[in-house]
């Protein structure tokens, strides 16, 4: 079988996946040629990242398609209606990011309340004529204590809670699809730690939260819109390491301008990879491109997960990659 590895993969997974027998092509093929390469080199499965959009035309053009693979969480690129009116599997690997995902929400998180993303612009600028006004300007607000609502519970939610209730955090949740959930894991020196969280609504949240870090798959409505954030707490600080549609910007610009939000981290963006200048600019955000899941130990277990995936459900004779 050969497959086309669009957008990279860690090399652990490319060694599993060569080992099992399967063919395959590491040519970065651009959008507009995808359809053709595909047909000219019979792929029958094909893996991406986000960059790679696998549309419905891709699918219903490319009929030596047997299969798809995303190396990630969300399928937003693509067209799973279309693959399933082709009886084509799509599979991905949801769990697998979600620790590099909420850390880098509480690195927003933490550099918002601390005000990292401000000083770290205008200390190479500033900080020799006005040190002291900088230090006078930068008060900033410890965690412990705070509420945060996690809005979406899944993995990678619930991922960002053990690291906020590690902090010393008040922990609220909504998810339409999640009720009540228990949180086992394990600390530092081997400690184990429990801890039972019944669902909220998005009322309270907006109203109770000190910080709203959101965790949603894609969103035909943005859950912060201009009535979501006339409902917040007054300075409540917002991040967004899950999907631009999550979040109105325009909306969220107005709110920031008026101080009704004192800042937001954001990891994803409507117009991606081309952002907007007002929200490149804007001194309240603190901006990172699109790298939730881009630490070594992600991209190894994803890499390893889709290659086990793909390996037991696609070859004659599965082989165990664990």
Known sequence: MRILINDGLDQAAITALSEAGFTLDL?????????????????????VRSATQITAQVIEQCP????IARAGVGLDNIDVSAAKKRKIPVINTPGASAQAVAELAMAHLLGGVRFLH?????????????????KTAYRGKELSGKTVGIVGFGAIGQSMAKLCLGMGMHVIFCDPEVDQVTLSWTIGNNTPVSIHLQSTTKEIVLAQSDYISLHLPNQEKPFLDRDAFAAVKPGVGIINTARASAIDHQALLQALDRDIVS???LDVYEDEPNPKLGI?????????????GSTEEAQSRIGIDLAGQIIQKFTPNPIDVS
């Open 280 to 292: 490149l600019m804007h001194p309240k955000l603190s901006l990172t491109p699109h790298i939730g």
């Open 118 to 134: 401000e000083s770290n612009r205008n200390m190479p600028l500033v900080g020799d004529t006005d040190f002291k006004a900088l």
């Open 27 to 47: 040519t970065r093929v651009a959008q507009p040629q995808l359809i053709p390469y595909i047909n000219q080199h019979q792929i029958q499965g094909i893996i």
């Open 263 to 265: 800042f937001a981290g």
């Open 64 to 67: 030596s398609v047997e299969w």
